[in-house]
């Protein structure tokens, strides 16, 4: 057995004749000089390599003499003393474990640990509050673990930056640092943070960012007296008003069903954000406002009559229109003395302005009577709309005029002579050519 045992020491398997010592007498063979050399020359290789976990097995398992280990301790304790502070400044939990063990495998001085371990705490408190207020929260919480951070010094800067988070907006940051870091319901409940939540809920509602508001009433189990509370009604009313004057008819329903508004002010302010919508040409949201909040129909019409008249009056035709075909205006209404006097305007401003195509469009759309079409007014209007298309080259706007509205053929040729001659005088002949081919 003492050869083999031999070859296991020279091979650096300590384990093996550890195993043996523990189930056989091996004294005589641990007190053979040749053995006694070996151990030496295996300490002496542990303590090069820095094998911490080598050095401890033979000093506390082996008898070697006191002086020889302390004397090779000693040597090392430069070394040791580096390598403790860097295994002592890492995330890693085995680097941080191997620190103690050098201490103690070296005996390094007390107060050289004592300072290097309060340096290293403190330092790793200051990087776990750099990685909170920057947002790494998993980085934070690798540094918690690493260096055992208290859990005092860790709630009260969490607590903070929940409070901090929350007033700033941030919602989804403030909730992962409470999921992160357990924070407690007493805290939650506690009034600093409630003051915080209803603060940001109330903010929330005013600017219409109603999911993230009810988001916060859920998770934070705002009570009911906080809802129920005049100033949070108040704010309710603003963010529904708010909600359908902008056109999230989503966030004004949910306001609607969580703060149980009244049906008066409900109406009342649907209307207004009907009318809102109408103004600015939102006629989906307007006609989604209508339908949730089942606006009457005398009022709707009403709404959107009085806006089809203001569109034609400043000529947005379009717009008109579309709320024509939204909102089933009625014949009668297009053919009431109001709508058509405003229609007819539209016509004659659009004829003598050269919008030929838009004055015809209006025509067609609204079916113009043949009175109004044959009347004096008009014809004088598109007297002025033809010589103004002729003296600015529009030609063919010209022949839609005469086609559409029967102009005298001696006005006709009267106007476009004199371009033909004004074209000529001024060397133009192309143009005055193509007056001559258009107009015979």
Do not use: W
Request: some cysteine; glycine content about 2%.
């Amino acid at each position: 057995m003492r050869d083999e045992l031999l070859e296991s020491l020279k091979n650096d398997d300590l384990d093996y004749i550890l195993n043996v010592k523990e189930k056989a007498d091996i004294s005589d063979f641990l007190k053979d000089e040749e053995v006694k050399d070996e151990l030496k020359k295996a300490f002496v290789n542990k303590v090069k390599q820095f094998d911490i976990d080598g050095i401890i097995k033979i000093k506390n398992n082996f008898d070697l003499p006191e002086d020889f280990v302390n004397k090779h301790i000693e040597d090392a304790q430069e070394t040791a003393k580096r390598k403790f502070v860097t295994f002592l400044n890492t995330n890693d939990k085995k680097n941080k474990s191997d620190s103690l063990k050098i201490a103690q495998c070296f005996n390094l001085p007390e107060d050289f640990v004592n300072k290097h371990m309060e340096a290293s705490y403190k330092k790793a408190q200051e990087i776990f509050i750099s990685r909170i207020m920057s947002e790494r929260i998993d980085d934070a919480l690798e540094i918690k673990e690493s260096f055992n951070l208290s859990e005092d010094f860790i709630q009260k800067i969490v607590q903070e930056r929940f409070i901090n988070y929350i007033k700033n907006g941030y919602v989804d940051d403030a909730l992962k640092i409470k999921e992160t870091f357990n924070l407690s319901e007493e805290f939650i409940n506690s009034s600093e943070a409630q003051k915080a939540v209803q603060e940001r809920f109330i903010n929330n509602i005013k600017n219409g960012y109603v999911n993230y508001a009810l988001k916060i009433k859920e998770i934070f189990n705002l009570p009911k007296e906080f809802i129920n509370s005049s100033e949070a009604r108040e704010v309710a009313q603003e963010g529904f008003i708010s909600c359908v004057e902008n056109g999230y008819v989503d966030g004004a329903l949910k306001l609607k069903k969580t703060f149980n508004l009244p049906k008066e002010f409900i109406q009342k302010a649907a209307q207004e954000g009907f009318v809102s919508c109408i103004r600015s040409e939102r006629v989906k949201d307007a006609l989604e406002i209508k339908e949730a909040f089942n606006l009457s129909e005398d009022f709707i019409q009403k709404a959107v009559q009085e806006r089809f008249i203001n569109n034609i009056k400043n000529g947005y035709v379009d717009n008109a229109l579309k709320i024509k075909e939204t909102f089933s205006l009625p014949e009668e209404f297009i053919n009431s003395s109001e709508a058509q006097e405003a229609v007819q305007e539209r016509f004659i401003s659009y004829i003598k302005s050269e919008r030929i195509n838009d004055a015809f469009k209006i025509k067609e759309a609204f079916n113009l009577p043949e009175e109004f079409i044959n009347s004096p007014e008009t014809e004088k209007a598109a007297q002025e709309g033809f010589v103004s298309c002729i003296k600015n080259g529009l030609v063919n706007d010209a022949l839609k005029i005469k086609e559409v509205l029967n102009l005298p053929e001696d006005f006709i040729q009267k106007a476009a002579q004199e371009r033909f001659i004004s074209y000529i005088k001024n060397g133009h002949v192309d143009n005055a050519l193509k007056i001559k081919e258009k107009f015979n």
